[in-house]
């Protein structure tokens, strides 16, 4: 999936003409903090909420110095990449520019986290554990053979540094709901488990509240 492929049909950028309440307006209605601003198919810029509350709502933004100078993605730049940007900026939307540095669109951060719902396995039934390991020990083809090794498939997998440490958390979606065998073979091949969260648990964590309330109704 490249950034072209995740424009937002829907959604328009601001003219230079456009006023700071024209700005807000449309923040308000597709419930985002940031809008491209557009002159003749060039991106100039995004302005923020924060860029429209410091200067006379009234007036054209095109006329606002903005927090942002140009933050935006290639069309052909993978979804990660975009990803990044929207992260290292705290955007809530970030336009697309071709090669030749032509406006094409928006990619709101909905419609990502929308992407990320259906498409990487989030939705899938099973359980998530997560595993604590260092750097230099992490292996993905071990785990993954681990996981084989008790007829458990990893759907996805994330990894996440821990600060000021040579640890790592690795964040996998399993295809199982009940994983006490293999969280005992993880351990057994020194992985430490941080976190488990499955159906399995919440089910019977729900079946216990509501054991526990017929109880008390019954007393």
């Known amino acids: 999936m ?12 601001l003219q230079t003409s456009d006023t700071g ?13 940031h809008l491209p601003i ?8 995004i302005i923020s909420e924060e860029d429209i509350l410091i200067h006379d709502a009234k007036e054209a ?9 140009r933050p935006f993605c290639m069309a052909n730049e993978h979804l990660f990449e975009v990803m990044t940007k929207i992260g290292r900026y705290k955007l809530t ?11 094409l669109g928006i990619i709101t951060m909905e419609s990502l986290l929308q992407f990320f719902a259906t498409h990487f396995s989030f939705a899938d039934p099973g359980s998530i554990v997560v595993l604590q390991s260092t750097r230099v020990s992490y292996s993905l083809a071990e785990i993954a053979r681990i996981a084989e090794s008790e007829d ?11 600060p000021d440490t ?8 399993l295809n199982r709901q009940d994983i006490n ?25 729900l079946k216990e509240r509501y054991d526990s309330l017929m109880s008390y109704l019954n007393v």
């Open 38 to 45: 557009v002159n003749h198919e060039q991106l100039l810029g």
């Open 181 to 205: 065998s293999l969280k005992s073979t993880f351990e057994r091949f020194g992985y430490e488990i941080s976190a488990t969260y499955s159906e399995t648990d919440q089910n019977e964590g």
């Open 2 to 13: 490249i950034a072209k492929e995740l424009i937002s049909q829907s959604m328009f950028p």
């Open 61 to 69: 933004v095109g006329t606002y110095r903005l927090s942002f100078l």
């Open 93 to 103: 939307v970030i336009p697309v520019i071709d090669q030749d540095e032509k406006y």
């Open 152 to 162: 458990v498939t990893i759907l996805s997998s994330f990894i996440n540094y821990l």
């Open 166 to 173: 040579n640890k790592i958390n690795i964040t996998l979606k």
């Open 21 to 33: 309440e024209s700005a807000l307006n449309m923040m308000q209605v597709y419930h985002i903090r």
